[in-house]
């Protein structure tokens, strides 16, 4: 069985003397924290296989949903940073890259859970990180070129939180289901 990373202290804590975050940071943290938790919860008492099985119609698993998660996370941040240029344009996407993408929502060949579950806290603390010491969470960059998006908007630093933490939570929620139909273990109830 492979053991679960631990719940992090409240990225609202006191950091080597640092002061505690208060007001919209600190709720970004605290929701962004508590999905986190729900989502690495339901790798509980995993091994790599489980994590890696199919339990439903659809190609998820419980450590390729982490992964991509990860990778959104890490891509989201790197725009509040960088801009567009640090997600690239999704409308040149060729089918090795789509191919590549569709890899982030499975475990691969000589991945680990415990790999999937430190890489998602390297990312999450970078996050918090970021949080914390951004200036301005109004800074705003255009959307990378994606069918998704809406041609010429604009997210703030905000905005791009708030869709990592939506994204967070709705596949917590995947997540759940995954597990309930892998064992019968539930996050909640």
Not at 6 to 30: N, S
Not at 103 to 111: A, C, V
Not at 133 to 161: C, I, V
Request: aromatic share 6%; glycine share 8%; net charge negative.
């Amino acid at each position: 069985m492979t053991e679960t990373t631990p719940v992090h202290e409240p990225a609202t804590r006191d950091l080597g003397g640092a002061e505690p975050l208060t007001g919209e940071r600190a709720d970004l943290l605290e929701t962004l924290a508590k999905h986190r938790h729900f989502l690495r919860f339901t790798t509980r008492g995993l091994d790599d296989e489980q994590a890696g099985r199919r339990t439903t119609a659809s190609e998820l698993c419980l450590g390729g949903l982490i992964k991509h998660v990860t990778a959104a996370e890490r891509n989201w941040t790197r725009f509040i940073v960088e801009g567009p240029s640090a997600m690239g344009d999704f409308s040149t996407m060729t089918e090795a890259d789509w191919a590549r993408r569709v890899d982030e929502f499975r475990m691969l060949p000589g991945e680990t859970l415990a790999g999937v579950l430190d890489d998602y806290a390297e990312v999450a603390a970078r996050t918090d990180e970021l949080v914390r010491t951004l200036p301005d969470l109004d800074a705003a960059h255009p959307l990378p070129k994606a069918p998704w998006f809406e041609p010429d908007a604009r997210w703030s630093a905000r905005r791009a939180l708030m869709h990592v933490i939506a994204e967070t939570a709705q596949h917590a929620g995947h997540a759940d289901i995954i597990r309930e139909s892998l064992d019968g273990a539930k996050s909640m109830g």
